[in-house]
């Protein structure tokens, strides 16, 4: 087991903290550093995709699980793969896939782990029929803070707390995961471009919401009658009859034995900050709406490309500056349209240089007591974190969404206040009690839960 | 913990009366620090401020302490640290002295160079240390432009913020990739208490504006600040400027 003391953040290079990474590479050096942990606790990280501080714990020691990567065998009759937390999805889908099948839940990156997909609980472009990542665990494997490895299954409180539950309640050293059958490795694709917010949230339901999976981007610098116009892409398994004539015998992707299967993009060389202004963003959400087709049907992709379509870009990190980038999440119920119209006129006339934002549907809440989605919109956003006045005007968007009965996603969190975290999460008091009574000294704490009082 | 934007949730002043400080925890506070604990020597005025600040919905506790007693800065200090994580130490203690008189009476000289300089290395120290321990933090310390080259008309002072500023850097290399940050400020001439009723100086500010200037720093996790900014550019021009030609200077 490696052993160093490194200054951590999340995704979006904010407030850095210096903590003692483990890297253990077995569940007993996982339990060792549990059990011989300071007073400052523990925090399981994985590939530290989280954009916020819920990754890391100053001053105490973290958990570095991205060594715990062991993908056991497919259970054909069952459907189901036993795989240990520090297995990526983006890895998880290259092995499974040629066998046909697929992780029950496929987040916008695969740079996640399925320990991180399970803590955060993260929901896919098919929230509305799947729910979120958790949903598909058959069993957990959790580290207490007792040193003991406990064998949780769903329906329990534990799970409930530990799904989307920030890695608080101990560290996820594995798990039982239901898979989805897929016959061939093609997705079928439908893109189309909507001129506003409306036109938008309508295209979503057009056409008898036949397609599962769904997920637009949204020009956030756009205004006036254009504002909230955006590009919506949906999509669905291609099945074997629509293989076009050139197409070879097999389906699926030939077994790459968990090689890396395309090189990866080297990362863009440090770039001054005030490169992604509001010009250079408005530029290029312009050339983004404009070169999108207006409606394009039944076109047939590879699987990776339509649900990490983010991932084959290189790190556009460094464009956002020194300072780092803070992401926004938060969701609205059904018949809040009007208050995601309002947040995206807002955000709009601020002329911020927003050029990532996805919105997204959702369906019936996970059971997890801390799980971030509800039914109805999702929108996600990259700011960079320099912006004068950006904090207040996020504190002003909270006070909107919580008003509207919404919520702002915690595990993506780096700046909220915590009454409003609690006035959102209403099971948090549940919550709290809960890791009161397992863990009573706190053995598991990060940035996030000293923060938000999680 | 401190958020994105580099806003505490907690703030230790030592030296709980100075206007710069009180001005930034005011600034603080409505973004979001909850606690503050104001340390300074026991005085109505520093109960004053505490009851000013607790109007401003934030828990404020006070702690004894004196720049002098060198030798009690661990105790005292110690104490708050184990109250809790405290996200940023604002070290804005020191005596501006008179430079006539201090001149005439040595000891009053040493007073200045000891509140404003050993003063502040026993209390930075120590304060580092307990930053290092929680793996985050920053100590954001209040220099002056008086330190980066002695004039004629303050070089009592002027000395001792230099001793500070250096050993100010020097701390924030030691403390780097511990997670902590050493902030050093250096603001030009302040109109406060302190100040009032000595000829004003060109590029002179108040407290609001070194208040501003320290939360920016804060959030851009910034080394040096100086305030008004346009500072930078006169002191770097002004360390190069011959003696003699400097002496005649009217600054």
Known sequence: MSVDTVSLTGWGRTAPTTAVRFRPRSYEEAAAVVRGRGPRGVIARGLGRSPGDAAQNAGGSVLDLTGLARIGGVDAAAGTVRCDAGVSLERLLRVLLPLGWLPPVLPGTGGVTVGGAIASDLPGPDHRRAGSFARHVSVLELLTADGEVRTVLPGTALFDATAGGLGLTGVILGATLRLRRVTTGLMSVTTERAGDLDDLLARFTAGGDRLPYASAWVDLMARGRAAGRGILTRGEHATPDMRPAHAGRTWLPKRSGGAPGRPRVPSLPPLPAGLLGPGAAALYNEVRYRGAPRARAAELRPLPAFFHASDALPDVRALYGRAGLVRYRFALGYGQEETLHRVVRRIAARRSPAVRAVLQRFGPADPGLLSFAAPGWSLALDLPAALPGLARFLDGVDEEVAAAGGRVCLAKDSRMRPETAAAMYPRLAEFRELRARLDPAGAFRSDLSRRLGL | ?251
């Open chain 2, 1 to 251: 913990m401190k958020d994105a934007f580099g806003a505490p949730q907690s703030l230790l002043v030592l030296g709980g009366t100075s206007e710069i400080a009180l001005a930034t925890a005011r600034r603080l506070i409505a973004l979001r620090t909850r606690r503050v604990w104001l340390a300074g020597r026991p005085s109505p005025a520093l109960d004053a401020a505490a009851a000013e600040l607790r109007g401003r919905g934030a828990d404020v506790h006070t702690v004894d302490f004196d720049a002098l007693d060198s030798a009690s800065h661990e105790v005292a200090l110690g104490k708050v640290f184990a109250e809790g994580d405290i996200d940023v130490v604002l070290m804005a203690f020191g005596v501006l002295g008179d430079q006539a008189r201090d001149e005439q009476e040595p000891m009053a000289a040493v007073r200045v160079a000891q509140t404003n300089y050993t003063g502040a290395v026993s209390a930075g120290l120590v304060c580092a240390g307990a930053l290092q321990a929680q793996g985050h933090g920053s100590l954001v310390v209040l220099s002056s432009v008086a330190g980066e080259r002695a004039r004629r008309a303050d070089f009592i002072y002027g000395s001792s913020k230099a001793g500070l500023d250096a050993f100010a850097q020097g701390l924030g290399d030691a403390l780097q990739g511990t997670g902590v940050q050493v902030m050093v400020v250096r603001p030009g001439f302040v109109r406060t208490r302190a100040t009032a009723g000595l000829p004003e100086q060109p590029l002179a500010t108040g407290p609001e504006e070194v208040a501003e200037a320290i939360v920016t720093g804060l959030r851009r996790r910034s080394e040096t600040v100086w305030v008004p900014g346009s500072l930078r550019v006169v002191m770097a021009a002004l360390r190069h400027v011959p003696r003699p030609l400097f002496r005649r200077l009217p600054v």
